[in-house]
C-alpha cells in the first residue's frame, strides 16, 4: 500500500522556521520525484518545492526561493521541507506528493500528475 505521511506543521510565529517531513512507503521512492504543495482557506493548491530523488535536483517557485530547502534521505525514503522565515501568508496545510517530474510547471495538473498524496499537515503563523 503507498503511503506518504507528512509531519512537523505546528503553530510559529512571523520569523520562525519549521521542518516538514515526508515519509513514504510503498512504491519505488529512487523512482519518483517528491512535491510539496500547500493550500490555504479559499484558495487553490499551489506547488512549493519538489525533489527529483533520482539524482537529487530540486526545485523551488520564486515565493520560496531563499526561504525553503527541500532534501532527501533516500534510506529513509523520506524529504523533508526546511522553511525559514515564515510570514502569516505561509499559513496552510502542506502537502507531499510523489509524481513523475520536477521542474518549472511541476505543479500543474494540466502537464504533469502527482499520483499519490499524503493527508497533510497544518502550518500556522501568527503576526
Known amino acids: 500500500e503507498v503511503q506518504l505521511v507528512e509531519s512537523g506543521g505546528g503553530l510559529v510565529q512571523t520569523g520562525g522556521s519549521l521542518r516538514l517531513s515526508c515519509a513514504a512507503s510503498g512504491f519505488t521512492f529512487d523512482d519518483y520525484s517528491i512535491g510539496w504543495f500547500r493550500q490555504a482557506p479559499g484558495k487553490e493548491r499551489e506547488g512549493i518545492s519538489c525533489?527529483?530523488?533520482?539524482?537529487?535536483?530540486?526545485y523551488y517557485v520564486d515565493f520560496v526561493k531563499g526561504r525553503s530547502t527541500i532534501s532527501s534521505d533516500n534510506a529513509k525514503s523520506t524529504v523533508y521541507l526546511q522553511m525559514n522565515s515564515l510570514k502569516p501568508d505561509d499559513t496552510a496545510v502542506y502537502y507531499c506528493a510523489a509524481g513523475v517530474f520536477c521542474g518549472l510547471g511541476f505543479s500543474d495538473p494540466r502537464l504533469y500528475t502527482y499520483n499519490y498524496w499524503g493527508q497533510g499537515t497544518q502550518v500556522t503563523v501568527s503576526s
Open positions: 525533489i527529483d530523488n533520482s539524482d537529487g535536483r530540486a
